[in-house]
């Protein structure tokens, strides 16, 4: 590792203690990272359930994960000022824990704005050290109505112009980052990372039934579920030839699973097997027929990847960032929210998925890669790095 430049990542989402999930692709991206860097990862988190600064350090898979668990205000009005002194603790307690175990980074990455840009925009200002964002965020979409607040606003175009490049993981988030205003002359697209483990073949076990498999973090706005349920309860009014799983957990779980049940469908139509691991979810995709996503918006959708990697034919709305990767030799695309044509789709991929080239779809797959997409990132910091020198 000492021969390797050390890579600082910013994130105000990360796996943590209370959620496994929450920045998964970030993490991702680090691991894929550390493949040619030294790269170590800070994460600070408000906590209810602590009355200090709780530090911990842990290293997974290559990467140093750096954690400052701090007290979260419960005196509402203080709170806002008290959070950000806390925030601020946090981060020099985190940093100072770091300069303990290894060298000063040579580039940082600020993963998810804005508090992690201006974490990164400050040591560019004091110890000369070029950052870079990546954007996953879908409050730039015209869809999304989240991205507000005149200083927030003010903060983000100011950490974004300062940086040293800025990367989206999709052109579709690029081109709402400059509609909004976010302007930066080094913008790049770098995607998300699929697991190695995804790309090492499996045999499908037979089964009788087409299955379809739905895989997401239950969120109702973003995934439309709901409109997604109805169209599988008129499908099984139509055949019964196919099974339908879904894969994940989130704010919207319970809801949707009762919304499920007012329709119908019960465990013997629709599985909802919860949170797996990715491992699982690896395996489930492998023994499925088709991949569904009806999704109203999407920055770049991880499962749509790994679809792709392994093989699987898809049903997704035609989405932008979506489009982008997806053609019609993968899979079948309807217009968003429209119930009458996904419902058409699925009947016509239940009789055709054998149809589509397994092959095809892998080989279309292979650009998300850890290998691939970490050298990807390597190389926009080295030139980063190159360009800070002169």
Not at 326 to 345: C, I, N, Q, Y
Request: proline share 3%; hydrophobic share 40%.
């Amino acid at each position: 590792m000492q021969n390797k430049p050390h890579v600082l990542f910013f994130s105000p989402w990360y796996p943590n203690r209370y959620d496994n999930m929450l920045g998964l692709f970030v993490r991702k991206h680090a691991e894929a990272v550390a493949r040619f860097a030294e790269v170590s990862v800070l994460y600070l988190l408000a906590d209810e359930n602590v009355k200090t600064f709780d530090c911990i350090t842990q290293t997974t898979n290559g990467v140093r994960e750096i954690y400052v668990y701090f007290p979260f205000c419960q005196n509402k009005l203080f709170r806002r000022l008290s959070q950000l002194l806390n925030y601020w603790r946090a981060y020099r307690k985190a940093y100072k824990m770091l300069l303990q175990q290894t060298s000063q980074p040579v580039c940082c990455q600020a993963n998810i704005l804005t508090k992690s840009g201006v974490l990164a925009y400050l040591l560019k200002k004091k110890y000369h050290i070029p950052y870079v964002v990546m954007e996953q965020w879908c409050r730039y979409l015209p869809e999304d109505k989240t991205y507000k607040g005149f200083f927030r606003k003010r903060i983000t175009e100011k950490v974004v112009k300062e940086a040293d490049a800025v990367m989206a993981v999709s052109d579709f988030l690029k081109q709402s980052m400059i509609r909004r205003g976010l302007k930066n002359n080094n913008y790049q697209v770098v995607r998300n990372v699929v697991d190695d483990f995804f790309y090492k073949r499996q045999t499908k076990l037979p089964h009788e039934k087409c299955r379809i498999l739905h895989v997401s973090c239950f969120e109702e706005c973003s995934k439309n579920m709901c409109g997604m349920l109805r169209v599988v309860q008129q499908l099984f009014k139509q055949r019964d030839d196919f099974e339908f799983v879904m894969i994940g957990n989130g704010i919207d779980y319970e809801q949707t699973r009762a919304y499920a049940k007012t329709l119908d469908l019960g465990e013997d139509k629709v599985k909802f097997l919860g949170e797996k691991t990715p491992q699982e979810v690896c395996n489930w995709f492998y023994q499925s027929d088709v991949f569904l996503l009806f999704s109203n918006y999407e920055t770049d959708s991880v499962v749509i990847s790994e679809s792709l990697a392994v093989g699987c034919p898809i049903v997704s709305t035609h989405i932008e960032a979506i489009a982008e990767k997806v053609s019609d030799k993968e899979g079948v695309f309807v217009p968003v929210a429209d119930e009458k044509a996904l419902l058409e789709a699925l009947n016509f991929m239940i009789d055709h998925y054998h149809d589509f080239d397994v092959e095809n779809i892998r080989e279309v797959g292979q650009q998300y890669t850890c290998e691939y997409i970490g050298k990807q990132l390597f190389n926009v910091y080295k030139n980063v790095m190159d360009k800070s020198k002169h």
